[in-house]
């Protein structure tokens, strides 16, 4: 199956690629809407993605790790008067109580105890954020320089440190890529810069299930092709990134699972979206379960004039099921196909029968 785009062949993103692969609704879903792709494995296959972009946990740049320890042990130096004072308030009450016993100085003691409580809670969460900082700043300047083998075609494990230390400079695309070639268009998370080398990474949400699947390899191989078109640079690999920890896997670009999966996946996309303009939904998923936790198939209580859904920046009619409380719930999946997702909360509001 070609990957070369025809004329009149519609462009899709990468990850709209991807939720394609996984279920051609959820691919139809992002179409409809032209989301932009962020690098980051988005909501579909699971539950909402936490949010990582306050106080981040990690850090991958060691500069930025450095300047948020200093930050840190700044404040945590600054705090402390904030717990020495009301100790020493609280345990000038405390005598007054023993002294007079009047109720005026409970009041006061217990005041102070619950503000010197309430600082020391403070220090503590500076403390647990400062020490995880700093194993990982260990980690990091500890680390091996370490590169994958680019004529190795298996996948091969990585530290993300390791390709730091190996001379990899980590940047972040401020412009989405785009192939005419393919009429595909996306941004990685972040590109690892060595010269004429280029590295794409995105991170995947899953941290459990580090298995690695037919959209996961379509979607590296589409980077690396966007990559090498739109900067005229070398990209044998790709890095996923597993979310919340600095390990990953190299993939290669140009391996045959990669290839075929970008090619399934972009003809399947468009025979899809073809479909669609003539009319033809696809159909349910008949294979597995991957309504379970899909993001555009969770039930959300219905709110007029808040929670309606739109296609092609045009309003759709809500499709609501009454639950067990009597309240409407719908979906974006359940709006647009006109259905109810059999995701695991909508059994559990009483939206559709089993278990």
């Given at each position: 199956?070609?990957?070369?785009?025809?004329?009149?062949?519609?462009?899709?993103?990468?990850h709209?690629?991807?939720?394609?692969?996984?279920?051609?609704?959820?691919?139809?879903?992002?179409?409809?809407?032209r989301?932009?792709?962020?690098?980051?494995?988005?909501e579909?296959?699971?539950?909402?993605?936490?949010?990582?972009d306050?106080?981040?946990?990690?850090?991958?740049?060691?500069?930025a790790?450095?300047?948020?320890?200093?930050?840190?042990?700044?404040?945590?130096?600054?705090?402390?008067?904030?717990?020495g004072?009301?100790?020493?308030?609280?345990?000038?009450?405390?005598?007054?109580?023993?002294?007079?016993?009047?109720v005026?100085?409970?009041?006061l003691?217990?005041?102070?105890?619950l503000?010197?409580?309430r600082?020391?809670?403070?220090?503590?969460?500076?403390?647990?954020?400062?020490?995880?900082?700093?194993?990982?700043?260990?980690?990091?300047?500890n680390?091996?320089?370490?590169?994958?083998?680019?004529?190795?075609?298996?996948?091969?494990?990585?530290?993300?440190?390791?390709?730091?230390?190996?001379?990899?400079?980590?940047?972040?695309?401020?412009e989405?890529?785009?192939?005419?070639?393919?009429?595909?268009?996306?941004?990685p998370?972040?590109?690892?810069?060595?010269?004429?080398?280029?590295?794409?990474?995105?991170?995947?949400?899953?941290?459990?299930?580090?298995?690695?699947?037919?959209?996961?390899?379509?979607?590296?191989?589409?980077?690396?092709?966007?990559?090498?078109?739109?900067m005229?640079?070398?990209?044998p690999?790709?890095?996923?990134?597993?979310?919340?920890?600095?390990?990953?896997?190299?993939?290669?670009h140009?391996?045959?699972?990669?290839?075929?999966?970008?090619?399934?996946?972009?003809?399947?996309a468009?025979?899809?979206?073809?479909?669609?303009?003539?009319?033809?939904?696809?159909?349910?998923?008949?294979?597995?379960?991957?309504?379970?936790?899909?993001?555009?198939?969770?039930?959300?209580?219905?709110?007029?004039?808040?929670?309606?859904?739109?296609?092609?920046?045009?309003?759709?009619?809500?499709?609501?099921?009454?639950?067990?409380?009597?309240?409407?719930?719908?979906?974006?999946?359940?709006?647009?196909?006109?259905?109810t997702?059999?995701?695991?909360?909508?059994?559990?509001k009483?939206?559709?029968?089993?278990?």
């Amino acid at each position: 199956m070609p990957i070369r785009a025809e004329p009149n062949d519609p462009w899709v993103g990468v990850h709209m690629l991807t939720e394609f692969i996984f279920c051609p609704r959820a691919g139809l879903l992002l179409y409809d809407q032209r989301t932009e792709d962020e690098g980051d494995e988005q909501e579909g296959e699971e539950e909402a993605k936490p949010r990582l972009d306050y106080t981040p946990l990690l850090y991958y740049e060691l500069h930025a790790l450095e300047r948020e320890l200093r930050l840190l042990t700044e404040r945590l130096a600054s705090n402390w008067k904030w717990v020495g004072i009301p100790l020493v308030l609280f345990g000038l009450t405390i005598v007054g109580v023993i002294g007079s016993g009047h109720v005026f100085a409970y009041l006061l003691a217990i005041f102070f105890g619950l503000f010197f409580l309430r600082r020391v809670g403070r220090l503590a969460a500076l403390y647990w954020r400062i020490s995880r900082l700093t194993r990982q700043y260990t980690a990091a300047t500890n680390a091996t320089a370490k590169e994958p083998d680019p004529r190795n075609f298996e996948n091969q494990p990585i530290e993300w440190w390791q390709l730091i230390k190996a001379g990899f400079e980590s940047t972040p695309l401020k412009e989405r890529l785009r192939s005419t070639h393919m009429h595909v268009a996306g941004r990685p998370w972040r590109v690892l810069r060595r010269g004429s080398v280029w590295i794409p990474v995105f991170r995947k949400r899953d941290d459990k299930r580090r298995e690695l699947r037919g959209q996961h390899y379509a979607r590296m191989a589409a980077y690396c092709k966007l990559l090498e078109e739109s900067m005229g640079c070398e990209s044998p690999y790709g890095i996923v990134l597993f979310r919340d920890v600095y390990a990953g896997i190299a993939v290669a670009h140009r391996s045959r699972g990669s290839e075929s999966a970008l090619c399934r996946g972009l003809e399947g996309a468009r025979e899809v979206i073809r479909a669609a303009d003539r009319g033809q939904d696809p159909a349910k998923p008949r294979q597995g379960n991957p309504c379970s936790g899909c993001y555009h198939g969770k039930p959300f209580v219905h709110r007029p004039g808040e929670t309606e859904h739109a296609r092609n920046g045009k309003p759709l009619p809500v499709f609501a099921q009454r639950g067990d409380d009597s309240r409407p719930y719908h979906s974006a999946c359940g709006d647009r196909f006109h259905w109810t997702p059999p995701h695991t909360k909508a059994r559990a509001k009483g939206l559709i029968n089993g278990s």
